[in-house]
């Protein structure tokens, strides 16, 4: 039972250079989200999706660019990558109906220099 | 908008000694609220959620929490704490419909002395 899986798990890149980030679930959950951590802010959303082809913005989109054209896959881009995007990235999914539970990749921690 | 707060970033105790993390929100109906825990270089895995019912809610690990309406707080406690439950735990709210979005407070990180 594989999960979620991201990758890269660690990725070290240099300003104003294109980044993407994979998250990968064989669960066939509906929806799926992406959140960065950073110190004092604790988990904030990206974008989210609620199915193939449905995404939208969450609280810090700007700067990332999402797409979701199978179920199991949900790819983040940094289009031009900054300092301030220095960051862990987790990538989560969940099966819909509300069990509320997120279910959470391992992380893919971002350092652009 | 739905927040949520943590007013406590880094909590020490010993081995043994009992715990107790803080956690205020601030939604406007009923709110979901779970609490999470995440170990070092790991994601972050749920120890339990209130969604309606006894306010008293029990979840893994030995841990439960206790909804306060009045108090806008869904705090978590252990009776005694154990080596293994140094890591940083996350309260966040959830709503009704809309895409199961969960809203996440800065976190606690706790470090167990032994």
């Known amino acids: 039972d594989a999960g979620i899986t991201q990758s890269p798990r660690y990725k070290i890149t240099e300003t104003g250079r294109q980044v993407t980030l994979m998250c990968h679930q064989t669960?066939?959950?509906?929806?799926m989200f992406w959140y960065r951590q950073d110190l004092g802010h604790g988990l904030r959303l990206i974008y989210y999706?609620?199915?193939?082809?449905?995404?939208d913005k969450g609280e810090v989109p700007d700067g990332y660019v999402v797409s979701r054209s199978k179920t199991e896959n949900f790819p983040l881009t940094l289009e031009s990558a900054t300092r301030s995007q220095t960051s862990v990235y987790f990538c989560?999914?969940?099966?819909?109906?509300?069990?509320?539970?997120?279910?959470f990749g391992e992380g893919s921690r971002l350092t652009v220099l | 908008a739905q927040s949520v707060t943590q007013p406590d970033i880094h909590i020490t105790v010993s081995e043994g000694a009992s715990l107790e993390l803080r956690c205020n929100y601030s939604y406007g109906a009923t709110p979901y609220l779970f609490w999470y825990v995440q170990s070092p270089g790991q994601g972050l895995q749920l120890l339990l959620k209130?969604?309606?019912?006894?306010?008293l809610v029990q979840g893994i690990k030995g841990f439960e929490a206790e909804f306060k309406r009045s108090q806008s707080s869904f705090n978590l406690r252990k009776p005694s704490v154990h080596w293994s439950d140094a890591a940083e735990y996350f309260c966040?709210?959830?709503?009704?419909?809309?895409?199961?979005?969960?809203?996440f407070g800065a976190g606690t990180r706790l470090a167990v002395h032994p």
């Open positions: 209130y969604f309606s019912g006894d306010t």
């Open positions: 669960w066939s959950h509906s929806y």
């Open positions: 999706s609620a199915a193939a082809d449905i995404t």
């Open positions: 966040a709210v959830g709503s009704w419909g809309g895409y199961n979005k969960l809203i």
């Open positions: 989560a999914s969940n099966p819909g109906g509300f069990t509320g539970e997120l279910f």
